[in-house]
């Protein structure tokens, strides 16, 4: 066997060191991403976790929690990577993370979720409607006993998000001002999934339901739904609906522009990763049609997200340079 020249042996060397080091993770840890419970997170959360691990050769890891706790983690540097910050309706521990420096907006996840109030559309129209002509929310104190609480005679119920999110204190505050927290269960349950079988059971069993949810969702996409009307967004209602204990009016949810929050630990220690995170975008629709896809087809939020690295390219190539888009494909 011939043998190469030291001087050859040392090129050959440090040639297999830059490419070990050109796919080494930045980070000599796991990548933390925030484990948020609703589906249009975790399916871009799963986006996310196959690039950094295929594209960056990163470690990975989900850390479970409600929104709140999971921004005081990313403040101290506990999470990295928060996918979904809802910047019009952001809690608090967000403002107060921001204005002291230790987490910035990165991507966004996508510019137009939207948020209310809704009913199935056999409620107000067919055959058997149970509150024909109901539009919005100020419809609803004549209608309360077509939304029945099966557990509170005389009141209907209203399905709020789960206890801790921030919308939940804001339907709640919204059921006081609209004079409804008479009438209505203000029904809280312990997680997004626990919301989404209320609904979807009554769905199937052609039931009149009143709940709160928002787009990006499969469950917007997959059932005919109506959103009921509210006053038009005005923002000093909002802001006064927000910070005060007792409002007297409310008003319409804002559109809002969702982001991904990051530690700047992260951005510092890692500025590739973070390069790609800041070019990641998508939208309120093309988020539902995965979501939708994900659901008929039974399948896993890292399972959608491999489909769509696989056949949406001309997406996601966009966010990365050539040589970790290569990668990625590569891995696929």
Known sequence: MRRLPILALAVLAAAL???GSAGACELKRPVKFAGLDYDSAAFHTAVAQEIARTGFGCAVDRVPGATAALVN??????????????????VDAWVKASEAGRVVPLGTTFPDASEGWFVPRYVV????????????VTDLKAVAQAF?????????????????????????????????????TNVRGGSGEAL??????????????????????WLVGAYDLVKLEEPRF?????????????????????????VIGASVDLVRDAPRLASFLKAYTTTSA???????AARSGGITPEAQAKL????????????LPADIAAKVEAGL
Request: aromatic share 12%.
């Open 234 to 258: 005005d923002p000093a209602i909002w802001a006064a609906l927000k910070s005060q204990d007792a409002p007297t009016r409310a008003t319409a949810f804002p559109d809002s522009r969702v």
């Open 17 to 19: 060191f830059q490419a």
């Open 73 to 90: 983690g990313l403040a101290r540097g506990d999470v990295d990577v928060i996918m979904e910050i809802w910047l019009a309706n952001p």
């Open 125 to 136: 129209e067919g055959d058997k409607p149970a509150a024909p002509g109901l539009k919005a």
């Open 286 to 292: 093309f988020t539902s049609q995965m979501l939708a």
């Open 308 to 319: 769509f690295l696989k056949n949406h390219p001309e997406i996601w190539k966009a966010w």
């Open 196 to 217: 989404v079988a209320a609904i979807e059971s009554a769905i199937k069993r052609k039931r009149p339901v009143l709940f709160y949810y928002w787009g990006p969702s």
């Open 148 to 184: 029945a609480d099966p557990e509170e005679p005389g009141k209907g119920r209203f399905y709020n998000c789960p206890a801790g999110w921030v919308c939940e204190g804001i339907n709640t505050k919204k059921l006081k001002a609209y004079g409804l927290d008479g009438l209505y």
